[in-house]
């Protein structure tokens, strides 16, 4: 069974850099599209990004700018880093697999806020 | 960007009540579209793939229907397990986009 593990700082300061890993165990992590997600309290579901297996990536025009995805498929893991954060980033964040067909395979989650 | 709308953005129903969720696309996505549940705390849960291709695992009272820019989730018997929000999900474009989510509530 496919498992998700996402990790990273809970806190981070307006203007400094979001920095989450997702370590993905028992599959691999190639061939697939392996996505970032958010979800502000209380609201709905945000697609932040995509990244392939070969590193190729997808952004959401409306984070594109502050965005960047890289993945170490030795390691079966990626990563997010969102910069110049903003209390809008606030969010549970969420990596999730992509097999072309819907997110099969979810992580837990994790809180991130912003703020001073 | 392709804009997802779903309705009614939240309901009340009984445990054996039939449900039905909309999804209307701004433009057509062909079959590319996907639907979740979320339980309050937990990550979401793919339910039909493909506008009506049941995941593994899930029970056989979801069935998802529709194509281009209209689609329906329904639930044939609500459990009282299947309290939730439902979220639709395009997977046409390179921008994925989700519908606004329904919340199913108990009456």
């Known amino acids: 069974q496919v498992q998700l593990q996402e990790s990273g700082p809970g806190l981070v300061k307006p203007s400094e850099t979001l920095s989450l890993t997702c370590t993905v165990s028992?599959?691999?992590?190639?061939?697939?599209?392996w996505n970032w997600i958010r979800q502000p309290a209380g609201k709905g579901l945000e697609w932040i990004g995509r990244?392939?297996?070969?590193?190729?990536?997808n952004y959401n025009p409306s984070l594109k700018s502050r965005v960047i995805m890289s993945i170490d498929t030795s390691k079966n893991r990626f990563s997010l880093r969102l910069i110049s954060v903003t209390a809008a980033d606030t969010a549970v964040y969420y990596c999730?697999?992509?097999?072309?067909?819907?997110?099969?395979?979810w992580g837990q989650g994790t809180l991130v806020t912003v703020s001073s | 960007d392709i804009q997802m709308t779903q309705s009614p953005s939240s309901l009340s129903a009984s445990v054996g009540d039939r449900v039905t969720i909309t999804c209307r696309a701004s433009?057509?996505?062909?079959?590319?579209l996907n639907w979740y549940q979320q339980k309050p705390g937990k990550a979401p849960n793919l339910l039909i793939f493909?506008?009506?291709s049941l995941q593994s695992g899930v029970p056989s009272r979801f069935s998802g229907s529709g194509s281009g820019t209209d689609f329906t989730l329904t639930i044939s018997s609500l459990q009282p397990e299947d309290f939730a929000t439902y979220y639709c999900?395009?997977?046409?474009?390179?921008?994925?986009?989700f519908g606004g989510g329904t919340k199913v509530e108990i009456k």
């Open positions: 999730a697999r992509d097999p072309k067909g819907g997110f099969d395979f």
């Open positions: 028992g599959g691999s992590i190639s061939s697939y599209y």
């Open positions: 990244i392939f297996s070969s590193g190729s990536t």
């Open positions: 433009q057509s996505i062909s079959s590319s």
């Open positions: 493909a506008a009506s």
């Open positions: 999900q395009q997977s046409y474009s390179t921008l994925l986009t």
